[in-house]
């Protein structure tokens, strides 16, 4: 049974790194969440690691521009792991060709940016659909509008057998009170028809991987069983984690807070059900990062 703590420093001595959400748990998509902020700066002051390892479908480098105009410090994070440079490096390794075929917002064009970690990288070009070799989704084209949506796009893609690279697992975020889909979504719906989908975010190995190699810019590789991942994702956060070996700490107040009934901390009876019917059973639980 997970167990409900008051605040992260009640655990944090036994952790030399933390695998920190950002959406959810730092910040709300709007602005930074003070007392997230904090928890991680006094982490960190106590001699710890945070990485904030996310599902944003973009380099890292656009990442920390986008926290910083947020309000999140870069004092609160060490380095950050996205699951865009995780998708980055095997598009251009030729995991689905060189014409590519790409579905999601204007701002993540950055996906296509050169990549230095690559040696020799395919030449991406991106065209329609129709003389595609490949699919790039990075997320809905208008993240409002549910991915049945793109539905007539996929069955195209479908009957052309192509594969489909997901850079960001996530179904669904909330942008303050507001829902709003994800790249995930589109996923999921090309998998339910037959599609073959290729997935680098949470829960999916290669951003742990990743985030592992970047922790280990900072000195000795840190064993699994001193590092708690974060987050507020069960199918995401809390599954990858536990996939990974890795205790977790699940922020109900997150994507689950109506579920959870929580206000400050979970109702735990909620918590309970919520957790059984998601078989989940992370190590801790709190109802926001702080």
Same mark, same amino acid.
């Given at each position: 049974?997970?167990?409900?703590?008051e605040?992260?420093?009640?655990?944090?001595d036994?952790y030399?790194?933390l695998f920190?959400?950002?959406w959810?748990?730092?910040h709300?998509?709007?602005? @930074?969440?003070?007392e997230?902020v904090?928890?991680?700066r006094a982490y960190r002051?106590?001699g710890?690691?945070?990485?904030?390892l996310?599902?944003?479908?973009r380099?890292?480098?656009?990442? @920390?521009?986008q926290?910083?105009a947020?309000?999140v410090?870069d004092d609160?994070?060490?380095?950050i792991?996205?699951?865009?440079?995780?998708?980055?490096d095997?598009?251009f390794?030729?995991?689905?060709?060189?014409? %590519?075929?790409?579905?999601?917002?204007?701002r993540?064009?950055?996906?296509?940016e050169?990549?230095?970690?690559v040696e020799?990288?395919?030449? %991406?070009?991106?065209?329609p659909?129709?003389?595609?070799?490949? %699919?790039?989704?990075t997320?809905?084209?208008?993240?409002?509008?549910p991915p049945?949506?793109?539905?007539p796009?996929?069955l195209?893609?479908?009957?052309?057998g192509l594969k489909?690279l997901?850079?960001?697992?996530?179904?669904?975020?909330?942008?303050?009170?507001k829902?709003?889909?994800?790249?995930?979504?589109?996923a999921?719906l090309?998998?339910?028809?037959?599609?073959?989908?290729?997935?680098?975010?949470?829960p999916?190995p290669?951003?742990y991987?990743?985030a592992?190699r970047?922790?280990?810019?900072?000195?000795?590789?840190?064993?699994?069983?001193?590092?708690l991942?974060?987050g507020?994702g069960?199918?995401?956060?809390?599954?990858?984690g536990?996939?990974?070996?890795?205790d977790?700490?699940f922020?109900?107040?997150?994507?689950?807070?109506?579920?959870?009934a929580?206000?400050?901390q979970?109702e735990?009876?909620?918590?309970?059900r919520?957790?059984?019917?998601?078989?989940a059973?992370?190590?801790?639980?709190?109802?926001?990062?702080?």
């Amino acid at each position: 049974m997970t167990r409900i703590i008051e605040a992260l420093e009640e655990i944090s001595d036994e952790y030399d790194a933390l695998f920190c959400d950002l959406w959810g748990c730092v910040h709300d998509g709007i602005a @930074a969440l003070p007392e997230a902020v904090e928890a991680l700066r006094a982490y960190r002051a106590r001699g710890g690691s945070v990485v904030l390892l996310t599902n944003a479908p973009r380099p890292r480098a656009s990442v @920390a521009l986008q926290i910083e105009a947020l309000g999140v410090p870069d004092d609160a994070w060490d380095t950050i792991a996205t699951s865009g440079d995780a998708a980055r490096d095997a598009m251009f390794r030729g995991a689905v060709g060189s014409r %590519i075929y790409f579905m999601g917002e204007e701002r993540d064009h950055v996906f296509f940016e050169p990549i230095a970690t690559v040696e020799d990288p395919v030449a %991406i070009e991106r065209v329609p659909l129709g003389e595609a070799e490949g %699919i790039v989704v990075t997320g809905p084209f208008d993240p409002s509008e549910p991915p049945e949506a793109v539905r007539p796009q996929l069955l195209s893609a479908k009957a052309r057998g192509l594969k489909l690279l997901s850079a960001n697992p996530d179904i669904v975020v909330d942008k303050g009170d507001k829902r709003e889909f994800c790249g995930g979504a589109i996923a999921e719906l090309y998998k339910s028809m037959g599609g073959e989908v290729l997935s680098f975010g949470k829960p999916h190995p290669p951003v742990y991987d990743l985030a592992r190699r970047r922790l280990a810019e900072f000195g000795d590789p840190v064993p699994d069983e001193r590092i708690l991942a974060i987050g507020d994702g069960i199918a995401t956060d809390v599954l990858g984690g536990a996939l990974e070996g890795l205790d977790v700490l699940f922020v109900s107040g997150g994507l689950a807070l109506k579920e959870t009934a929580t206000e400050r901390q979970p109702e735990p009876e909620a918590l309970d059900r919520f957790l059984d019917t998601q078989r989940a059973n992370p190590e801790f639980t709190i109802g926001k990062l702080r």
